[in-house]
C-alpha cells in the first residue's frame, strides 16, 4: 500500500531532532546478579497494530491514483466530463478531485478507527529453544518460510489477545497474510538477536 498524506496518529510521539540530540543519562550503578536471578523474568514486549479493515488499503490507493493522475494532467481529455472547467477537471464516473479528496479523508479516517492494539512479548529462553529445534530444518533452508511457522510463533508471543495456532491461522485466513506481516516481522525481531529481517 502506498504511503497517505495525512498525519498518521501513531507516528505523533516521534521525538523532535532537537530531543532526540539530548544526552543520555550515565550508567553508574554495576549489575547485581543475584537480584537480577531472583526476581521475576523480564522480557521484551511491543504493541503493535491490526487494522481489521485491510479492504480499505486498496480503495484508498485506487483514490490517490485517481487524484494524482487528475492533478497531474495525466488523464486524456476524452476521460474527463465535458462539464469541467479550468483547471477542475472531472473524473469519467462524474467525481470532481474535491470530491475524491473528501472520500479519500473519510476512508482514511475509517480504516484508522479500525485499528486495534495488539500485545507481543518475547518467548523465554526455553520457548525460544524448543521453537528453533522444531523448526530447524525450515530455518536452515532458505525463505520464504511456512505460514505454519510464522502462526507458531505469533500464537506463542501474542499476549493481548492471547490465541492459540489455530486461531492466529483463522485470522491469517480472514485478513490475508500482509494484514499479518508486519505481526509476524515484529515477532521474530523481538525474539532474534540484533533484530534480524527475515524476508517472507
Same mark, same amino acid.
Given at each position: 500500500?502506498?504511503?497517505?498524506?495525512?498525519?498518521d496518529?501513531?507516528?505523533?510521539?516521534?521525538?523532535?531532532?532537537?530531543?532526540?540530540?539530548?544526552?543520555?543519562p550515565?550508567?553508574t550503578?554495576?549489575?547485581?546478579?543475584?537480584a537480577?536471578? =531472583? /526476581? !521475576? #523474568?523480564?522480557?521484551? +514486549?511491543?504493541? %503493535?497494530?491490526?487494522?481489521?479493515?485491510?479492504?480499505?488499503? &486498496?480503495?484508498?490507493?485506487?483514490?490517490?491514483?485517481e487524484?494524482?493522475?487528475?492533478? =497531474? /494532467? !495525466? #488523464?486524456?481529455?476524452? +476521460?474527463?466530463? %465535458?462539464?469541467?472547467?479550468?483547471d477542475?477537471?472531472?473524473? &469519467?464516473?462524474?467525481?470532481?478531485?474535491?470530491a475524491?479528496?473528501?472520500?479519500?479523508?473519510?476512508k482514511r479516517?475509517?480504516?484508522?478507527?479500525?485499528?486495534?492494539?495488539?500485545?507481543?512479548?518475547?518467548?523465554n529462553?526455553?520457548?525460544?529453544?524448543?521453537?528453533?529445534?522444531?523448526?530447524?530444518?525450515?530455518?536452515?533452508?532458505?525463505?520464504p518460510?511456512?505460514?505454519?511457522?510464522?502462526?507458531?510463533?505469533?500464537?506463542a508471543?501474542?499476549?493481548?489477545?492471547a490465541?492459540?495456532?489455530?486461531?492466529?491461522?483463522?485470522?491469517?485466513k480472514?485478513?490475508?497474510?500482509?494484514?499479518?506481516?508486519?505481526?509476524?516481522?515484529?515477532?521474530?525481531?523481538?525474539?532474534?538477536?540484533?533484530?534480524v529481517?527475515?524476508?517472507f
Open positions: 500500500m502506498t504511503q497517505h498524506a495525512e498525519t496518529p501513531m507516528t505523533a510521539d516521534i521525538p523532535s531532532a532537537a530531543a532526540a540530540e539530548q544526552p543520555e550515565a550508567v550503578e554495576y549489575l547485581d546478579l543475584d537480577v536471578l =531472583s /526476581g !521475576a #523474568a523480564i522480557l521484551a +514486549e511491543r504493541t %503493535e497494530i491490526l487494522y481489521t479493515k485491510p479492504h480499505l488499503e &486498496a480503495q484508498l490507493d485506487a483514490l490517490d491514483f487524484i494524482q493522475r487528475l492533478t =497531474s /494532467g !495525466a #488523464a486524456p481529455k476524452s +476521460e474527463l466530463d %465535458e462539464s469541467a472547467v479550468g477542475s477537471p472531472v473524473s &469519467a464516473d462524474g467525481r470532481s478531485v474535491e475524491l479528496i473528501e472520500e479519500r479523508q473519510a479516517r475509517e480504516y484508522i478507527a479500525s485499528g486495534r492494539k495488539v500485545l507481543l512479548r518475547q518467548m529462553g526455553d520457548a525460544w529453544a524448543e521453537f528453533e529445534a522444531k523448526w530447524k530444518k525450515e530455518l536452515a533452508a532458505k525463505a518460510y511456512p505460514m505454519a511457522m510464522w502462526n507458531e510463533l505469533l500464537a508471543s501474542l499476549v493481548s489477545p490465541a492459540s495456532v489455530e486461531k492466529v491461522a483463522a485470522l491469517r480472514k485478513f490475508g497474510a500482509p494484514a499479518l506481516e508486519k505481526l509476524a516481522r515484529s515477532t521474530w525481531e523481538m525474539n532474534t538477536e540484533g533484530g529481517s527475515v524476508p
